[in-house]
Every structure is written in C-alpha cells, then in structure tokens.
C-alpha cells in the first residue's frame, strides 16, 4: 500500500490531480471549484451527483472526467423503460452448456455515467444500491465484485417535473456530494464559444492517468490524519442537523464518513498530510445538503437546505490549533498546528 511517509507520495498525488484538473478544465470553463470537487469525491472513492438546469455542462463534466483518466466507462442513459437487469446484468441460459451464463450489465465499469438519473423508474434506480455502497454486485445468488476505482457519476434536471421520478432518500444518501455547475460568468462563456464551435473538445481529450495510479492515490489519501478535535467537529456538524427545527430529517452517520473522507482528499489535493477545520467547513454545504430534507414551514419561508447547512456552520464551535474552540462567522484558513498536524507517533486514520 502507498503511504504517506515521504514526501514523493504527496508529490505525486497533487502532480497527478493537476494533470487531471487541466485535463477536464480544458472543457468546462470557468468552473474550478466544480472540478476540484470531482476530483475530491473520486480521490475519497465517493459517488458524485451533478444537479443543474440543463445545458450547462452536466453530461460534458461527467464524460471530461472520465476520460482524462485511462480506465473502464460506460454510459447509462436512464429512460422510462430502463430495466434492472439493463444495469446490473442477467444470467442467460446457455444451451450448448446446459448452464446459465452471466452478462454483466453497464456497472461493470470503472467509472459509471449515469445521465438524466431521475427519468427512470425507481425500481431501476434501486439497481444502483448494493454497488455504490458495497461495491458489488449480486445476481441469482452470485455476488460479482466490481472493478476498482469505481465511481458513479449521475446527473439530473432537478426543474423538469414530468416524466421523471425523483431519488429516495436512500439513493441521494450513497453520493458523496452534490454539486451544481451553475450558468458561466460572460468570459467564459465567450472562451465556451470558441472552444466548443468547432469540433468538440472531448473529441481530442487523451488520458492523462492511469487507472492503477488513481487507486494508488486513493490509498495515499486514506493514510491522510484527522485530529480527534477535527472529527469531533465533523461529528457536531452532522448532529446539528438532527435537531434543526428547519429540517424534518438530518444527514445520516453515513454523511459523517463521507464528510471526513472528502475532508482528506482535500487536505491531500492542496498538498497535506493533515485535515483541517477548513477542509471540513468547504465541503460541508456539497456532502450534507442534498441528504437533508427541510419542514414544510422552512420550504414556505424559502429555506433552502444550503441555508440551513450554512446557518448551522455559523453557530458551530470550531476547534483551534491550541486545542480552543472559536465561532466564526466565515470559514477561515489556520496554519497547521500542534492539534492537527501530525506528529511523530500520532495514530492515522
């Protein structure tokens, strides 16, 4: 297993995550921040739901990342008369061997697009349960384990009402983050002109990672340490949103531990071996809010689940490098100190 101890580690980790940053910013424009979170929830083996009014560059951002990376793709188009089996595959009865035969289905890839994921059936979505949480796969009995890396990277027009069934709570749970392209600033709509007028730039897209090097950066972030008062943090945030009188469910121990692996691969993508408050507060509004359902009384008032996310981080304790606890009213950036880097001995989570 890679790990942590040398600096070449951290090196290549952010030499390879530039490469691909680069890569997929060459097609979407102006849009940094929503690539750096791709690459956050790929790099903490996390699922990443893209949820925007159309034409933005849902799909574009979904394909641009999976193709800067040399790996297994497939393409789901969710439609109405989409079945289960279409996803997950079905075992055929082979006459010549008297025996069934298993054809995997479109999630027997490394990374999975799964475009317009609200148009199919919920039966259909429910496909997707057992393999962005276990990873795996079980047809008849059989349990077929799927390749690593993998991620699913689904989009939806959260606007469009007809012909569409929306995801359960159970299904918005298992993605790591949510994250909304939004329109592009006029500058960057006039670089989106020139470069997409032509031929499209994902026609001339060529890998710039291997498969076997995000797995071995996937590993490297896991090593990345989490004080105690970092995860005692993470931990008061998810709570807070159990007991909000805006919200008639809060996020799930499962948010926690998506919130603190995202946390590292932050704190890895901008080259540490340590997790701050910082990454935490920058990431808790994508990974808490699309899990989180408001009252009836908040939706009237148009409180939003980013709002109530925002509001609880705000009245929030955050810890100091002194071992303290402050409240600000913005995220702020600290040096590293005794409570968060680490240090000889310290144990790695």
Same mark, same amino acid.
């Not at 797995?215 to 105690?228: D, M, P």
């Not at 931990?235 to 008639?248: E, G, I, K, M, N």
């Not at 408001?294 to 981080?313: G, K, S």
């Given at each position: 297993?890679?790990?942590?101890?040398?600096?070449?580690?951290?090196?290549?980790?952010?030499?390879?995550?530039?490469?691909?940053?680069?890569?997929?910013?060459?097609?979407?424009?102006?849009?940094?921040?929503?690539? *750096?979170? !791709?690459?956050?929830?790929?790099? &903490? $083996?996390?699922? @990443?739901?893209?949820? %925007? +009014?159309? /034409?933005?560059?849902?799909?574009?951002?979904?394909?641009?990342?999976?193709?800067?990376?040399?790996?297994?793709?497939?393409?789901?188009?969710?439609?109405?008369?989409?079945?289960?089996?279409?996803?997950?595959?079905?075992?055929?009865?082979?006459?010549?061997?008297?025996?069934?035969?298993?054809?995997?289905?479109?999630?027997?890839?490394?990374?999975?697009?799964?475009?317009?994921?609200?148009?199919?059936?919920?039966?259909?979505?429910?496909?997707?349960?057992?393999?962005?949480?276990?990873?795996?796969?079980?047809?008849?009995?059989?349990?077929?384990?799927?390749?690593?890396?993998?991620?699913?990277?689904?989009?939806?027009?959260?606007?469009?009402?007809?012909?569409?069934?929306?995801?359960?709570?159970?299904?918005?749970?298992?993605?790591?983050? *949510?994250? !909304?392209?939004?329109?592009?600033? &006029? $500058?960057?709509? @006039?670089?989106?002109? %020139? +470069?997409? /007028?032509?031929?499209?730039?994902?026609?001339?897209?060529?890998?710039?990672?291997?498969?076997?090097?995000?797995?071995?950066?996937?590993?490297?972030?896991?090593?990345?340490?989490?004080?105690?008062?970092?995860?005692?943090?993470?931990?008061?945030?998810?709570?807070?949103?159990?007991?909000?009188?805006?919200?008639?469910?809060?996020?799930?121990?499962?948010?926690?531990?998506?919130?603190?692996?995202?946390?590292?691969?932050?704190?890895?993508?901008?080259?540490?071996?340590?997790?701050?408050?910082?990454?935490?507060?920058?990431?808790?509004?994508?990974?808490?809010?699309?899990?989180?359902?408001?009252?009836?009384?908040?939706?009237?008032?148009?409180?939003?689940?980013?709002?109530?996310?925002?509001?609880?981080?705000?009245?929030?304790?955050?810890?100091?490098?002194?071992?303290?606890?402050?409240?600000?009213?913005?995220?702020?950036?600290?040096?590293?100190?005794?409570?968060?880097?680490?240090?000889?001995?310290?144990?790695?989570?």
């Amino acid at each position: 297993m890679t790990t942590y101890d040398d600096r070449a580690s951290l090196t290549d980790l952010t030499t390879t995550a530039e490469r691909v940053r680069r890569s997929v910013e060459g097609v979407i424009e102006g849009k940094p921040e929503v690539v *750096r979170l !791709s690459l956050t929830v790929l790099l &903490a $083996e996390g699922h @990443l739901l893209i949820e %925007d +009014v159309p /034409g933005v560059g849902k799909t574009m951002l979904a394909k641009a990342l999976a193709r800067s990376i040399d790996c297994s793709v497939r393409r789901i188009q969710f439609t109405p008369d989409l079945l289960p089996s279409d996803i997950t595959g079905v075992s055929i009865f082979d006459q010549q061997r008297r025996d069934f035969e298993f054809k995997p289905g479109a999630i027997f890839a490394q990374i999975v697009i799964g475009d317009e994921i609200n148009r199919a059936s919920p039966k259909t979505q429910s496909a997707l349960l057992e393999s962005m949480e276990e990873r795996q796969v079980t047809i008849d009995g059989q349990t077929y384990e799927l390749p690593d890396p993998f991620m699913v990277v689904a989009t939806q027009n959260p606007v469009e009402m007809e012909g569409t069934y929306p995801l359960p709570e159970a299904q918005r749970d298992r993605f790591m983050a *949510r994250v !909304s392209i939004g329109y592009p600033s &006029a $500058e960057a709509e @006039l670089q989106m002109l %020139d +470069v997409h /007028g032509g031929p499209s730039p994902l026609d001339d897209l060529r890998p710039v990672a291997h498969a076997h090097d995000i797995v071995k950066l996937i590993e490297a972030v896991r090593t990345v340490h989490v004080a105690e008062a970092v995860r005692r943090y993470a931990v008061d945030l998810v709570s807070a949103t159990r007991q909000h009188p805006d919200l008639r469910l809060g996020a799930s121990p499962r948010a926690t531990l998506h919130l603190l692996r995202a946390a590292k691969a932050s704190a890895a993508l901008s080259g540490r071996d340590y997790a701050l408050p910082d990454d935490v507060q920058a990431l808790a509004v994508a990974v808490l809010s699309h899990r989180l359902l408001p009252t009836a009384q908040a939706q009237l008032n148009r409180r939003t689940a980013e709002q109530v996310v925002t509001d609880i981080m705000q009245r929030t304790p955050v810890p100091t490098s002194g071992g303290g606890v402050s409240a600000p009213a913005q995220p702020q950036h600290r040096p590293a100190g005794p409570v968060y880097g680490r240090q000889p001995g310290a144990r790695r989570l």
